[in-house]
């Protein structure tokens, strides 16, 4: 399944600032960024239960907020990207 994981932790404090790192590399564990604070993941039913608990575990609901949004292939296929920094076709091979 194809998830967009978007997320916005408050830095005002030190606390939060290490939050935000966290949050950021567990994204990038399973996904690629596509803005700041924002990824996409291609991830099946046993990643994503991990993903979404180590998120969950990182954030603080009274601080910070986390959405996640489900696209169907359509919803894939219908995203336009305009600018720098051309996407990556998360459903094709990656070569390093």
Not at 3 to 17: E, F, N, P
Not at 49 to 62: F, G, I, P, S, Y
Not at 69 to 92: I, M, N
Request: net charge neutral; charged share 30%; with cysteine.
């Amino acid at each position: 399944m194809r998830v967009l994981v978007t997320y916005d932790v408050s830095t005002i404090k030190a606390a939060g600032r290490r939050r935000l790192r966290r949050v950021a590399q567990t994204c990038e564990d399973y996904g690629v960024r596509v803005q700041k604070s924002v990824f996409e993941c291609q991830v099946g039913d046993m990643e994503w239960a991990q993903l979404r608990d180590r998120l969950l575990n990182e954030c603080k609901a009274d601080e910070d907020s986390l959405r996640f949004y489900f696209l169907d292939e359509t919803a894939v296929q219908r995203t336009e990207h305009h600018g720098v920094a051309k996407p990556l076709d998360l459903s094709g091979p990656l070569i390093l």
